[in-house]
């Protein structure tokens, strides 16, 4: 198998490696999430970035609720809060971009 883990498998690093998520549809196809990260998500994970998810997640519900964490006015919003917001929205967007293209690829074959 393909890693490029330097938390769970060190002994096998490789240089020359772009790490893709892996997904499968609701119907069961797989598909593939490209992605900027050179080595394994798992090894980068630390307190902080973590942090930033879960207020992430939190910024989701509270405006779901009508709310907002740090103003309507988001040049307001502390740079480190923006950029963590753009980063996870740009993912989430490339992953349901990359499961609809799937999901039309399997409707084609029916």
Known sequence: MDRNCPRY???????????????????GSHYEVPTTCQICPAAIQDP???FLVQLDAQNRRTKEAGGVMFGTDSSKWPAWFFDSVVAIEQERVSEHNARVSAEIEEAKRR
């Open 9 to 27: 498998f060190p002994e096998r690093p490789r240089l020359s490696f772009q790490w893709t998520a892996d997904y499968k549809t609701d119907r």
């Open 48 to 50: 902080e970035l973590e």
